[in-house]
């Protein structure tokens, strides 16, 4: 009655004055409860969802009278009210009720054609008011991602420059298909640049499904493995909803779930009994799941960890979920990995109905994080779905071409996969004797334990050219060591081993 109908009824009496004197604003007070549902709100959550209803509806029937509807959703503040139903240590850590007149002020003193039916929140404009004015959903508070830049010398440090190696994205020190590179360099002889691509992805979508031995409309293919997630958060979730995933996680999936306003929960890996092993602790993912979640995201190997998912806890993990919830694999390093035990989406899509998807990246094992090519399979009724969310042209015919000839190269992806398992244990029987600890792992990477602070230890290799990531896991004391070329990771054992005196 009060945040419905009172609404309303206050709304019209107003509207009919505004009519008279020429035009005017009103403002109604809705919550950040519908954006994320909460238990137990129920009766308020429907009500603020049913004034945002009709506040959209105001607009329509009285914006041609100058009339300008907007809601503004509140989080919580600090109150009476809420200090006696959290406790005055909780209530405390929220801000003050004044904090919120200048979102009441950015929306009242804002161009009318701008708010004029629109829901905006109010944390969002107190962090960034032209952000929110203009965009209007969890992205005016995300923010364009970039990676470090790196200088030696004094002179900027370029990718690719030979002189320098920047270890900071996992990339392929191996390089691309020799057949990939001549595939393309033939390519732009022979087909003008001024035509599209294959919007159908024909040549791609067979290859695909002669190496996986699938049908080809069991695959969904995107600019890189970014764009094919966004695809999938997009058609398989909507602003308010819950996701499962790891944690620390890869930071690109944490960075789309922000953009589309959901809930990420995240469930830390577990260490095996007397082991310096990592797993991915799917029991503990499985007690996570509520009614709310809509996607449960894996990476295996992982990332930062490289650790794999084995298919009898797998197994025993789909035994314990229900049946209905979407399971993202990611796996853009499986093809590294050395353990015929790594579970993959292709040994079970064809056999189980229930939504599971593979989602794969030609950046990493192949070698061309240049091109942006990525792909989604499972069964057509699931990625059949992604498919309608695709963005036409997305992929450029070259990128295309490259996929297809690097598939077909064999002894360079035997190369890569065979060398870069030599030399992960290498690097494992290199660091037992230098005393470091590691996780073992099945990723061209392997967390080791730092030997001094990460900036010591950062700036030790930055004095030789070598650019490592800048970031400390598992409680910052270990970093993510590159799994490179036999001469690349003898010069990084030297490196780390005169950094443990050794």
Not at 61 to 70: I, P, R
Not at 314 to 332: G, H, N, R, W
Not at 448 to 453: K, Q, T
Request: aromatic share 8%; proline share 6%.
């Amino acid at each position: 009655r009060v945040n419905v109908i009172g609404a309303f009824n206050a709304a019209a009496e107003a509207i009919r004055r505004m009519r008279a004197a020429g035009g005017g604003r009103i403002i109604n007070v809705s919550t950040g409860a519908v954006e994320r549902p909460t238990a137990g709100l129920a009766p308020y959550g429907a009500s603020k969802c049913a004034l945002e209803g009709l506040s959209r509806q105001l607009a329509a029937d009285a914006g041609d009278a100058g009339v300008c509807v907007t809601t503004l959703r509140l989080g919580g503040v600090r109150t009476d009210m809420t200090e006696s139903a959290l406790g005055g240590l909780k209530a405390s850590l929220l801000p003050e009720a004044e904090t919120l007149v200048s979102a009441f002020l950015a929306v009242a003193a804002a161009p009318a054609r701008q708010v004029h039916g629109r829901s905006l929140a109010a944390w969002r404009l107190a962090a960034d008011a032209a952000s929110e004015l203009g965009a209007q959903s969890p992205l005016a508070a995300a923010r364009p991602y970039a990676y470090p830049t790196y200088a030696f010398d004094g002179r900027p440090v370029e990718r690719g420059d030979p002189a320098f190696r920047v270890y900071d994205r996992a990339e392929n020190p191996f390089g691309p298909s020799p057949k990939a590179i001549a595939a393309v360099a033939a390519e732009l002889g022979r087909r003008p640049l001024a035509v599209y691509p294959d919007d159908g992805h024909r040549p791609l979508r067979r290859a695909l499904a002669e190496r996986h031995g699938l049908g080809e409309d069991w695959f969904a293919i995107g600019n890189g493995s970014w764009e094919v997630l966004d695809r999938i958060l997009e058609t398989l979730t909507t602003n308010g909803d819950e996701v499962i995933a790891h944690r620390p996680g890869w930071f690109g999936f944490a960075m789309l779930c922000d953009r589309r306003g959901l809930a990420l929960e995240r469930v830390a890996m577990a260490r095996a009994a007397g082991s310096n092993r990592l797993t991915h602790d799917l029991p503990a993912v499985a007690a996570a799941v509520t009614r709310r979640t809509r996607l449960i995201y894996l990476i295996s190997p992982s990332n930062p960890e490289g650790t794999v998912i084995r298919r009898a806890e797998f197994e025993a993990f789909l035994a314990a979920t229900p049946a209905d919830v979407p399971i993202l694999l990611d796996e853009a390093y499986v093809e590294y990995s050395a353990d015929p035990e790594t579970v993959e989406a292709r040994n079970y899509i064809e056999t189980s109905k229930r939504p599971i998807i593979g989602l794969r990246t030609f950046s990493k094992f192949f070698g061309l994080a240049g091109l942006r090519i990525g792909y989604a399979y499972g069964r057509p009724e699931h990625v059949g779905l992604f498919d309608r969310a695709e963005r036409i042209f997305n992929l450029s015919h070259l990128s295309e071409v490259a996929a297809v000839a690097a598939l077909a190269d064999d002894a360079h992806q035997a190369l890569v996969r065979t060398t870069t398992a030599a030399e992960r244990r290498r690097i494992e029987v290199e660091l037992e004797r230098i005393g470091l600890d590691y996780v073992p792992s099945e990723a061209p990477y392997i967390l080791v334990e730092l030997p001094c602070e990460l900036s010591a230890y950062v700036q030790a290799f930055a004095k030789r050219g070598i650019f490592m990531g800048e970031k400390a896991f598992l409680k910052q004391k270990y970093a993510l060591f590159p799994v490179a070329t036999p001469p690349e990771n003898g010069r990084n054992l030297e490196i780390l081993a005169g950094l443990a005196g050794r």
